[in-house]
């Protein structure tokens, strides 16, 4: 499995983003989807998952209502998506997606197999 992230980029505070991620392989249709991000300074931590078929999104409390997680699946290819609204200065990370996870503890970053290579975020104030 293949993961390509794209749509970072520089937006003011209250501003909007989405972000992409492409993900390619004959198993891809077997893993659910997640979204994490690292600050600067800071750890990684996780933002949110969405099952196998668009179903069973989970957020990162700090987060709920204002990002939204979704999915487009086709044949050996998905396409997931973050869509990040009233952005502050503290959403400004690397983001990441990545394959897999646990349906238990989905915050858990061993339990995703696969990572792509991450798309910065920089909400000025």
């Known amino acids: 499995v293949q993961l390509q992230a794209c749509g970072g980029g520089l937006v003011q505070a209250g501003g909007y983003l989405r972000l992409s991620c492409a993900a390619s392989?004959?198993?891809?249709?077997?893993?659910?989807m997640g979204w994490f991000r690292q600050g600067p300074g800071k750890e990684r931590e996780f933002v949110a998952r969405?099952?196998?078929?668009?179903?069973?999104?989970?957020?990162a409390d700090s987060l709920k209502g204002r990002f939204t997680i979704s999915r487009d699946n086709a044949e050996n290819t998905s396409t997931v998506y973050l869509k990040m609204n009233s952005l502050k200065p503290e959403d400004t990370a690397v983001y990441y997606c990545?394959?897999?996870?646990?349906?238990?503890?989905?915050?858990?970053?061993?339990?995703?197999?696969?990572w792509g290579q991450g798309t910065l975020v920089t909400v000025s104030s």
């Open positions: 990545a394959a897999g996870g646990s349906h238990w503890n989905p915050q858990r970053q061993e339990d995703y197999a696969y």
């Open positions: 392989g004959r198993t891809v249709g077997d893993y659910a």
């Open positions: 969405i099952g196998r078929s668009r179903g069973n999104t989970y957020y």
